[in-house]
């Protein structure tokens, strides 16, 4: 049994590493073969000159040698070798290989291939070898490394004839000149080019354009230009007389550029992309002919045959592909490449000239489908010059061969004379053949529709081919409404294939003889960016003169430039002018722009009652955006009479709209009553509304409704879960609550460390709440070590946003030095802040300030204000010191009985210094009739508390 597992494992490790070619389909018709071997990425491949053979090497430790027309593995050279590059010498005898041999060593070998004997090994290099190429004349070679130099060497002995050194860069490619003078070299860290005089040994000139790495370098054939591909996804062009970049190519789909060839004929770059694609294109002009998709992975090498015809490739996936040319292959290879540029793919740009190319040689080539293509593109002029009777053999040529499309246009050019003579005996040949194959209209003939065509101009009808015949040749004599109505057919799909490009054109025939409909459709067009390059400024210059024209949303768009200073001057006063006009014709955009520029003053003297009027018009038009603004003016009363109960009805009709802004607003006014009953029902359904689209204040909001129970069964943990939305979402209030939770552990499990987390994290957007509460556990060294320094920054920022409590704090900490250098002056101030905002204890305080001239003048009468103020807050020690005001006209008239009633309320209140008072009062029958009775239980309380006078006292009274 163990022999026979044995025997099992070895036959599936032959199978794994089995080695044949495989014709399986892909994405390309272009690829001819996938060459199975290798099993990890391969770094280079390279055709021998006379295309026989190709070579590769891979990071799996082998150099192959295949049958380029079979993909046949002839056989490997060496042994362990990590291999970065091949290079075949002119006379297909010898390979040239960098690689990392079984001793980790950094070695270029050169192998004879009749013979597969290793012939030399080229040693001096550092680090790893990342490219080799043979000189012209196969006797030197030339090897770039990441020991940051390029090296030249005998390839007869194997000796170094010069080593180049780069600023410590690494050498990632290099290249000769067609005439063995020069080297170029591609490198890493400071993304240059260089140029070395092979001669001299001397670097010639560096080329800078591209801002990463140089992976690969070309020279053109006829060694003019140079050619780079880098990291930073572009392939550049040079001259290296000038050093100039004389092109940059780039493409968003392909990434990284690993690779890069020029075509033995120097029309064609062939580059080798991350995105997995090999890609081909022109040189002339940079546009992309064919993108080839196979590799699964980053294609890494690639390289052209010396005919040209083919193309072999290596990546990542450990494939090498063998291709042929684009524009080379058999007719339906071809009807695809012209499909693709005729459509666009992603990759491919919609090109009708270049589709009209590749149509016409799969036409010729016998391919029906694309026959019938270019007859029609020679029919309606589709990338070429209009020639109908060009259109007429390929028609017929598709038409014989059964194509029934091309059967029923053949006998409607016959029919119409349509590039040839009218003849009503090929019409019907050629309608009878369409129509035995079920062609409807060639069973009916070509009817002349004109009330379909009528129809049509008023944008109804019927959208048949026969129609839109006789609408385009109303558009071609030059019909101002047959060629806007086209443009409107291309631009929607309509009876004909959708085309945004087809559209600009109709639109721009028919705008030039001021059609003004087509005026603003073809703005809108260079607006969009649809069918022609996004331009504004484009889209201004046709908005105007349909402006000019009475053409509302013409003026309406107009407007909105000159308000925003998009593609035209910015002109608050013009554009002002211009939104009148759409107004005047009851544009509603309009309403809302004006009642913009009023509640704004952009352009007009600023009037909240004109900004209500057009908002109001706006809104009364359908315009759903201005419900919500129409809600904040009711509510705040600017240009209107305040409404709470219309600012509702606005915010409802916003909020049914999906407004969540509205929602929440809603929300609140039903849970507060304002200008709704209450209703908390009602409440949180437009909180809940507002809160699952995000809005962090209503999630807030909704938190705090669960927290408490308000208008829904109370549930802590669900509060804690619409918190946890808003914090997450950097809602600074559902971060403070959050973290209040946490540090209650109400809700969810108790945790400092959460809670401090979200405190830190709300208290950093300026939540004044949340740097309040860091103060006071700082302070107060609650849950934290106690760092009044620490307490008193987190008062400060907290103050200086308006927070009374902070506030309060900041002015204790000032009195006592507490954490800050103590300042009498700066208590006062802060004290004064919170004062002002109703804090009692702060109110107390700055009697007390006033009362004894500290940090302020003396005035007993200011003292007894701010005491009235603090006592209005029911703040005790304040309506104790009032009391002591009254009794003692200190700032007030002196009145014993204000004064007893005032310390009774504090007495009630658990202050011992008004018992202690009450007593005294009673006991000297000031205020209240004379009792020693009532003075000894008040004084009796007062030293219950503690009161230290009240105990005195009562030991005298003992006495």
């Known amino acids: 049994?163990?022999?026979?597992?044995?025997?099992?494992?070895?036959?599936?490790?032959?199978?794994?590493?089995?080695?044949?070619?495989?014709?399986?389909?892909?994405?390309?018709?272009?690829?001819?073969?996938?060459?199975?071997?290798?099993?990890?990425?391969?770094?280079?491949?390279?055709?021998?000159?006379?295309?026989?053979?190709?070579?590769?090497?891979?990071?799996?430790?082998?150099?192959?040698?295949?049958?380029?027309?079979?993909?046949?593995?002839?056989?490997?050279?060496?042994?362990?070798?990590?291999?970065?590059?091949?290079?075949?010498?002119?006379?297909?005898?010898?390979?040239?290989?960098?690689?990392?041999?079984?001793?980790?060593?950094?070695?270029?070998?050169?192998?004879?291939?009749?013979?597969?004997?290793?012939?030399?090994?080229?040693?001096?290099?550092?680090?790893?070898?990342?490219?080799?190429?043979?000189?012209?004349?196969?006797?030197?070679?030339?090897?770039?490394?990441?020991?940051?130099?390029?090296?030249?060497?005998?390839?007869?002995?194997?000796?170094?004839?010069?080593?180049?050194?780069?600023?410590?860069?690494?050498?990632?490619?290099?290249?000769?000149?067609?005439?063995?003078?020069?080297?170029?070299?591609?490198?890493?860290?400071?993304?240059?080019?260089?140029?070395?005089?092979?001669?001299?040994?001397?670097?010639?000139?560096?080329?800078?354009?591209?801002?990463?790495?140089?992976?690969?370098?070309?020279?053109?054939?006829?060694?003019?230009?140079?050619?780079?591909?880098?990291?930073?996804?572009?392939?550049?062009?040079?001259?290296?007389?000038?050093?100039?970049?004389?092109?940059?190519?780039?493409?968003?789909?392909?990434?990284?550029?690993?690779?890069?060839?020029?075509?033995?004929?120097g029309k064609y770059i062939l580059a080798g992309t991350e995105k997995n694609s090999l890609v081909v294109i022109y040189v002339e002009d940079g546009r992309v002919l064919d993108s080839l998709s196979g590799h699964q992975g980053a294609v890494l090498t690639a390289e052209f045959s010396s005919d040209g015809r083919k193309i072999v490739s290596g990546g990542r996936d450990g494939k090498v592909m063998i291709w042929e040319m684009p524009g080379t292959g058999e007719a339906e290879a071809l009807y695809d490449l012209a499909l693709r540029h005729d459509k666009g793919d992603g990759q491919l740009k919609e090109d009708d000239a270049e589709a009209a190319k590749w149509y016409l040689k799969a036409a010729e080539k016998g391919h029906v489908e694309a026959q019938f293509k270019i007859a029609t593109i020679y029919a309606e002029g589709i990338g070429v010059v209009k020639d109908e009777a060009a259109a007429l053999p390929w028609y017929q040529k598709a038409a014989e061969a059964g194509h029934v499309e091309a059967q029923y246009r053949l006998g409607a050019m016959y029919a119409y004379g349509d590039g040839v003579a009218v003849n009503d005996e090929e019409a019907a040949k050629w309608w009878g053949l369409a129509a035995a194959q079920g062609h409807e209209k060639a069973k009916a003939g070509l009817a002349k529709k004109a009330v379909a065509l009528e129809g049509i101009l008023a944008g109804e009808g019927n959208f048949d081919l026969d129609t839109i015949k006789l609408l385009t040749k109303a558009a071609e004599n030059g019909s101002a409404k047959a060629q806007f109505q086209l443009a409107r057919l291309y631009d929607e799909g309509k009876g004909v294939t959708k085309s945004a490009t087809k559209a600009v054109n109709w639109y721009r025939k028919a705008a030039k003889q001021e059609y003004a409909a087509a005026q603003y459709q073809l703005g809108e067009c260079y607006f969009a960016g649809r069918g022609v390059r996004q331009s504004v400024k484009d889209a201004m210059s046709w908005f105007l003169p349909a402006a000019r024209q009475g053409n509302a949303e013409a003026q309406f768009m107009y407007a909105e430039g000159l308000a925003t200073g998009q593609g035209v001057e910015k002109s608050f006063s013009d554009a002002l002018q211009w939104y009148l006009k759409a107004a005047a014709q009851n544009h509603p955009g309009a309403f809302y722009s004006l009642g913009r520029m009023y509640s704004l003053g952009e352009g007009v003297n600023k009037s909240e009652r004109e900004a209500f009027k057009w908002y109001l018009l706006a809104a009364q038009a359908g315009v759903d955006q201005v419900y919500y603004d129409l809600g904040l003016i009711y509510s705040s009363g600017t240009g209107v009479t305040k409404s709470d109960a219309e600012a509702a009805k606005w915010f409802l009709k916003a909020a049914e709209k999906d407004d969540f802004r509205a929602q929440y607003k809603i929300g609140n006014m039903y849970n507060l009553g304002e200008g709704l009953s209450l209703d908390l029902a009602k409440a949180f359904f437009w909180l809940s509304k507002a809160a699952n689209q995000g809005y962090g204040a209503a999630q807030v909001d909704l938190g705090r409704m669960f927290s408490v129970g308000k208008g829904v069964k109370k549930d802590s943990a669900e509060a804690v879960r619409w918190y946890k939305k808003a914090a997450e979402d950097g809602n600074s209030d559902g971060q403070y609550y959050l973290a209040e939770s946490y540090a209650a552990g109400v809700g969810v499990e108790k945790s400092q460390a959460e809670a401090m987390k979200w405190f830190h994290l709300a208290a950093k957007q300026k939540n004044a709440k949340a740097q309040y509460r860091l103060g006071l556990m700082y302070d107060l060294g609650k849950d934290v070590k106690e760092d009044r320094a620490e307490a008193v920054k987190w008062y400060l920022a907290s103050a200086d946003q308006g927070h009374a409590e902070a506030q309060y704090s900041l002015g204790r900490s000032y009195a006592t030095g507490n954490g800050v250098a103590q300042s009498d002056e700066a208590a006062a101030a802060w004290y004064r802040k919170a004062a002002l905002q109703g804090h009692g204890s702060a109110q107390y305080h700055l009697g007390l300030f006033f009362a004894n001239g500290q940090a302020v003048a003396r005035d007993d009468k200011e003292a007894a204000r701010w005491y009235r103020k603090a006592a209005e807050q029911n703040n005790v020690k304040g309506i104790y010191r009032l009391a002591l005001a009254y009794c003692l006209g200190q700032g007030v008239n002196q009145d014993y009985t204000q004064a007893v009633k005032l310390w009774q309320d504090a007495a009630e209140k658990g202050d011992s210094m008004a018992l202690f008072y009450l007593g005294y009062m009673y006991e000297t029958g000031s205020g209240v009739k004379h009792s020693l009775d009532e003075a000894k239980k008040y004084y009796g309380q007062a030293a219950q508390k503690g009161n230290y006078f009240a105990v005195q006292t009562m030991k005298l009274l003992a006495n």
Not at 46 to 52: E, L, Q, T, V
Not at 55 to 78: F, H
Not at 127 to 145: L, T
């Open 1 to 265: 049994m163990k022999t026979l597992k044995r025997l099992l494992f070895w036959v599936i490790i032959l199978f794994s590493y089995c080695i044949v070619p495989s014709f399986v389909a892909a994405d390309s018709l272009n690829l001819k073969l996938i060459l199975s071997g290798h099993i990890e990425a391969v770094n280079s491949v390279a055709f021998s000159y006379d295309g026989k053979i190709v070579a590769s090497g891979s990071s799996d430790g082998t150099v192959k040698i295949w049958d380029a027309e079979n993909g046949n593995l002839l056989y490997s050279l060496g042994d362990n070798l990590s291999v970065n590059s091949v290079s075949f010498s002119h006379d297909n005898k010898e390979l040239l290989i960098a690689a990392k041999n079984k001793k980790k060593e950094y070695v270029l070998q050169l192998w004879n291939l009749e013979k597969q004997k290793l012939l030399e090994v080229f040693e001096g290099h550092g680090q790893q070898i990342n490219s080799v190429e043979f000189s012209v004349n196969d006797k030197m070679a030339a090897s770039g490394s990441e020991d940051n130099t390029v090296r030249i060497w005998n390839t007869r002995n194997g000796r170094e004839l010069s080593s180049l050194q780069t600023h410590k860069s690494d050498v990632l490619s290099v290249a000769w000149s067609p005439d063995g003078d020069h080297i170029v070299s591609g490198e890493s860290w400071d993304f240059n080019i260089r140029l070395w005089d092979a001669a001299k040994d001397q670097l010639s000139a560096s080329l800078k354009g591209h801002s990463d790495w140089v992976y690969s370098v070309s020279y053109s054939p006829d060694g003019k230009n140079i050619l780079s591909g880098s990291k930073d996804g572009s392939i550049r062009i040079w001259d290296p007389a000038s050093g100039r970049n004389i092109q940059n190519i780039r493409e968003w789909w392909w990434g990284e550029v690993y690779s890069v060839a020029y075509s033995p004929d």
